[in-house]
């Protein structure tokens, strides 16, 4: 399978299978579209018409094709298909846990699908003893894997900020006598930040995720305080400070566009033309029947933003002053081994959240659907057959992927959104399937662009 799409004045055509990028100029763009179903008879009749070349031009480029289709670099069969259930079903081995720390928050954003951080429920903290315990469960379920993910976040976890500390520090007693590597990251609105908390982020944190939605006006639309009053202004010196004592240790600014700012571009280069470098911008996941729900009409419009954004971005590298934007972060040569692209993000499987009750979800946007709970941190995973159904998630799974040529970036979406939109984790969430084809476009598009600015130079 291949995909063909034409982007900031380069012609570009994917091969699924293999991965393989080429950007091509107009005729063999015309042809390699005509090559699998069309005579090369017809082929030559219709691109020396249209062109102008010769036949042994044309007749050339074919020879160019076949030789790239021979090398398995275009054209390539798909040999996974048959492979994705197995890849899924080796052990139970469990890598992440998310720590759901704190149900409660300190802000009152509408649009939050947690709920303001109650996911449903009642407010809670987690004990330490809760902590500890998930601390014990993950290295009892993770086999030989040696480095471990635990994310902490709520609600907003810095409301249980010393029982954080305390689990990192029990952590960080056992995880060489275990032949364990733990790596922290937390998110957080910013709120309770303050020298201690950066310190402590900076000395354990491998990642820390900052809220922030852009400019002042969409922030303090939805992003407010139990008194109605707008957060900007308290969090952004805060964020500000936090990442000039970052130094080079991860963080990312993550803002959430809806209805309200679909020029989220806007936003995006608000922040970073206040210093932050490392951005994300993530679609609001909601009801179709509220206020900030993304619509049909706006794709079009969201669609332009994010190609915009890849060539702005391409325009402040080369300017000295780039930043970097999640969605756009994709390594054509060293990316994700073909385990990774088919079974996707292992949620129910090697990644579950945990409630400040030790409940187990496969992550951390089913917490609060009783009919996604999947046992606990003492009894472990007692929902057998809903963890099937999870390992059952992978690229080749659902039947909208079947066809797809974004099917080895995406690994099938998240089941979450699938969830959310239909009601099925064995389905898609179509809205978020076109984002994502439009972001994977233009991030690949960057990349050619990368590589042949490299080469005008040289």
């Not at 996974?80 to 759901?100: E, G, R, S, T």
């Not at 959310?420 to 690949?444: N, P, Q, T, W």
Request: aromatic share 10%.
């Amino acid at each position: 399978m291949i995909h063909q799409y034409k982007l900031n004045g380069y012609n570009i055509v994917l091969d699924t299978a293999s991965g393989s990028v080429h950007a091509v100029d107009d005729v063999a763009y015309d042809i390699i579209g005509m090559y699998e179903k069309t005579e090369t008879a017809e082929i030559v009749r219709k691109i020396t018409e249209k062109y102008g070349i010769t036949e042994k031009d044309v007749l050339s480029c074919i020879d160019d094709i076949e030789k790239l289709k021979e090398s398995k670099q275009l054209f390539c069969e798909d040999i996974y298909a048959d492979k994705a259930d197995m890849l899924k079903n080796k052990n139970n081995v469990i890598k992440a846990l998310c720590l759901h720390v704190s149900h409660t928050c300190n802000l009152n954003c509408s649009y939050c699908f947690a709920g303001q951080g109650k996911y449903s429920g009642d407010r809670a903290v987690m004990s330490l003893e809760v902590g500890k315990r998930a601390i014990d469960f993950l290295i009892e379920n993770s086999g030989d894997r040696k480095n471990l993910e635990v994310d902490f976040f709520g609600g907003e976890p810095l409301m249980n900020f010393e029982v954080v500390k305390e689990i990192v520090k029990y952590a960080r007693s056992i995880e060489k006598d275990h032949g364990k590597n733990f790596r922290f990251t937390l998110t957080t609105n910013g709120v309770l930040l303050d020298s201690e908390v950066t310190d402590f982020c900076n000395k354990e944190m491998n990642n820390v995720v900052l809220s922030l939605d852009g400019r002042r006006e969409v922030h303090d639309r939805f992003r407010k305080d139990y008194s109605g009053k707008g957060s900007y202004d308290v969090i952004v010196p805060k964020f500000l400070e936090f990442v000039k004592k970052r130094g080079d240790k991860s963080y990312y600014i993550r803002g959430t566009y809806t209805h309200k700012n679909t020029d989220f571009l806007n936003d995006i280069l608000h922040m970073a033309d206040l210093g932050f470098k490392e951005l994300s911008m993530e679609p609001v996941v909601c009801s179709p029947e509220d206020e900030c729900a993304l619509t049909e009409a706006d794709l079009p419009i969201l669609f332009n933003q994010y190609e915009l954004l890849a060539k702005e971005m391409l325009k402040r590298d080369r300017e000295g002053r780039g930043f970097t934007f999640y969605h756009y972060m994709i390594d054509l040569e060293n990316g994700p081994c073909i385990y990774k692209r088919i079974s996707g993000c292992g949620s129910g499987t090697e990644y579950m959240a945990v409630t400040p009750w030790g409940e187990l979800y496969p992550c951390h946007q089913f917490v609060g659907d009783e009919k996604y709970s999947m046992g606990n941190l003492w009894d472990g995973v007692t929902n057998t057959e809903l963890r099937e159904k999870f390992r059952k998630c992978n690229a080749y799974s659902r039947s909208e992927c079947q066809d797809c040529w974004a099917k080895l970036y995406c690994s099938g979406g998240c089941a979450a959104n699938a969830y959310h939109a239909s009601g099925d984790i064995g389905k898609v969430y179509e809205y978020g399937c076109k984002l994502f084809k439009k972001r994977m476009e233009c991030a690949i598009m960057m990349q050619v662009d990368k590589v042949l600015s490299g080469e005008k130079n040289d």
